[in-house]
């Protein structure tokens, strides 16, 4: 599993301090910018997005002020699941019940030590398939439908 990672300007640090503890666990990463300078968020957001729906089993991480706007950008491309973590529940059960793809960020609203933690969660938690498959498959059927 590689991870995609990306941030506008608001997230450039934050995604520094993610980039360092993936390195640690030996997680290969792919930084898709930006490296500090002012940056539309919707344009990362497509890189790590396409690269994701491109690479099943890969995951993406993406970070801006609030996290917001990255998921909402990266939730139009097809074969993405782009969630807003912001606690460890959410970021627990988006893994074992929307097998989400992406996790997005904010670091605005995150301290540095919750945001390293929930992209532990978000690595470590598997997708726990069962009655979940169908409620998945069917947002696909919408990415067609629309
Ligand atoms: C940039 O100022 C800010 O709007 C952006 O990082 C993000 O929070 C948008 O959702």
Request: proline share 2%.
């Amino acid at each position: 599993m590689k991870i995609w990672i990306g941030c506008d300007h608001a997230g450039y640090e934050r995604k520094q301090e993610v980039i360092a503890m993936l390195n640690a666990r030996n997680i290969e990463v792919k930084d898709c910018g930006c490296n500090g300078e002012r940056v539309d968020y919707p344009l990362i957001a497509k890189v790590v997005g396409k690269a994701v729906a491109a690479n099943p089993g890969d995951r993406g991480i993406l970070i801006c002020g609030t996290g917001i706007g990255m998921s909402i950008a990266a939730n139009k491309i097809r074969g993405v699941r782009a969630s807003v973590c912001a606690d460890a529940f959410s970021t627990k059960y988006t893994r074992l019940h929307n097998d989400a793809n992406i996790m997005c960020m904010g670091a605005r609203t995150l301290g540095g030590g919750v945001a390293l933690e929930l992209v532990e969660i978000f690595l470590d938690t598997p997708f726990e398939g069962g009655r979940h498959e169908a409620r998945v498959h069917m947002i696909t059927e919408l990415e067609q439908e629309w």
